[in-house]
C-alpha cells in the first residue's frame, strides 16, 4: 500500500466546556517527516487539541482524520496511527521498565511473536537498556520522561503528539530529551506542544502558534525566521546628530535615543537604510563606532501575534537557558 503524505488532517475543530469554548475552529494538516510545534502560552488550547486529536477528549464539532481513518467512525485503525505522551506522564512507577513497556505494547496490540523485538527497540531509541530492570519509582525524572517517551513508540506509530516533552527538567535532561525528539522526528512525524519559545524553533520544521483556543499562525520555520529578520540597528557614536536627524534617511520609520547616549533606528526591512546610515555618518563626522543590526526575537513575535503580555511569556524567559 502506498504511503500516505497526509498523517493528520483536522478540520473545524471546536470544543466546549461548559459555556467556554477552549478550541475555535481550528483546522490544520501534519504531513509525512514534519515536526510541527504548536506554541502558546498555558490555557492557550493546547492539550484540549492534543487530546482531540489522540481520541481522548470528543470534539465539540469538526472532524479529525488520522492516517485516512475517521478517529470517529474508525477509531481503532486511526488510534492505532499515534503514539502520545500526555503533560502528566501515563506511567505506572511499581512496575520495572521492561514489564511497562511490554504491558503498553500488548496495550497497543503488537503481535506476540514481535513484542521482545518492539521493547528492546523502544528502550535503545530512549537510551533505557541500562535501566530495564528498575523500578519506575526509582528513576529520576529525565529517565521517567524517556520511559513516557517509550511507551508513546512501542507500537511504531505513525504519528507521535508530545505534550510539554521536557516540563519539569533541568537544563542537562532538557538537551537531552530535545536530542532524542530530533532523532524520532527521522522516522515519525511529530507534533509537538510547548511554551518554551526556544524549543520549538529549535526543534520544529514547522510552527503554529494558538492563542485563545485560535489558530493565529501557521508557518515554516524558515518562514517564522524571516519575520524575525533584524528591523532595527543600534547606532554609538562619538558625536550622533539628534534623533530628528536620522529620522530624514530613506527607510527610517522612528529613531529612540537610548539611555547610554546610543540610537536605536527602526527602519523599512526593505531598504538599504545601513548602508546610507555609513554614508551618512562619513560625511557628517559622526564618530560612528557601533551598527549593530538587532533580531526580533520569537517572544516578541509571538507577543505580536498574540497580544500576551510580557508576564504571560515570562516563564519562557526563565527557561531560555535550557
Known amino acids: 500500500m502506498e504511503e500516505r503524505s497526509t498523517l493528520i488532517e483536522a478540520d473545524g ?9 477552549a478550541v475555535q475552529d481550528f483546522s490544520f494538516q501534519l504531513e509525512r517527516g514534519e515536526i510541527l510545534g504548536f506554541l502558546g502560552v498555558n490555557g492557550a488550547g ?22 485516512g481513518c475517521d478517529l470517529l467512525d474508525n477509531p481503532r485503525p486511526a488510534k492505532a496511527s499515534v503514539g502520545y505522551l500526555p503533560e502528566t506522564l501515563p506511567l505506572y512507577t511499581t512496575m520495572t521498565v521492561d514489564a511497562y513497556l511490554r504491558f503498553c505494547a500488548r496495550l497497543n496490540r503488537v503481535p506476540k511473536a514481535d513484542l521482545d523485538e518492539a521493547v528492546a527497540t523502544a528502550m535503545r531509541r530512549c537510551g533505557l537498556e541500562d535501566v530495564a530492570e528498575r523500578v519506575i519509582a526509582n528513576l529520576s525524572r529525565g529517565y521517567k520522561q ?21 516540563k519539569g527538567l533541568d537544563p542537562i535532561q532538557v538537551r537531552e530529551i530535545r536530542q532524542l525528539i530530533r532523532e524520532l522526528g527521522k522516522s515519525h512525524s ?23 483556543g485560535r489558530l493565529v499562525l501557521a508557518e515554516d520555520v524558515s518562514a517564522l525566521r524571516a519575520r524575525m529578520q533584524h528591523s532595527s540597528l543600534l547606532l554609538g557614536g562619538r558625536a550622533l546628530p539628534a ?14 535615543r537610548l539611555d547610554d547616549g546610543r540610537l536605536r533606528v527602526f527602519h523599512d526591512t526593505q531598504s538599504d537604510t545601513a548602508e546610507q546610515i555609513v554614508a551618512r555618518a562619513a560625511s557628517e563626522g559622526w564618530g560612528l563606532w557601533e551598527l549593530t543590526p538587532e533580531r526580533k526575537s520569537l517572544e516578541q513575535v509571538f507577543v505580536d501575534l498574540t497580544g500576551a503580555s510580557e508576564s504571560e511569556v515570562q516563564d519562557t524567559n526563565e527557561e531560555m537557558a535550557a
Not at 13 to 21: A, D, I, S, Y
Not at 190 to 212: G, K
Open 13 to 21: 475543530l471546536q470544543r466546549f466546556f461548559g459555556p467556554t469554548q
Open 46 to 67: 493546547k492539550t484540549t487539541t492534543m487530546e482531540m486529536l489522540t481520541g481522548n477528549l470528543a470534539p465539540s464539532g469538526g472532524r479529525i482524520e488520522l492516517n
Open 146 to 166: 524517556r520511559v513516557g517517551l517509550a511507551q508513546a513508540i512501542v507500537h511504531d506509530p505513525e504519528v507521535l503528539i508530545l505534550d510539554e516533552p521536557t
Open 190 to 212: 511529530v507534533i509537538l506542544s510547548s511554551h518554551v519559545l526556544p524549543e520549538v524553533e529549535a526543534i520544529c520544521t514547522r510552527v503554529q502558534i494558538i492563542h485563545e
Open 243 to 256: 534623533p530628528e536627524s536620522v529620522q530624514g534617511i530613506q527607510g527610517v520609520e522612528r529613531v529612540e
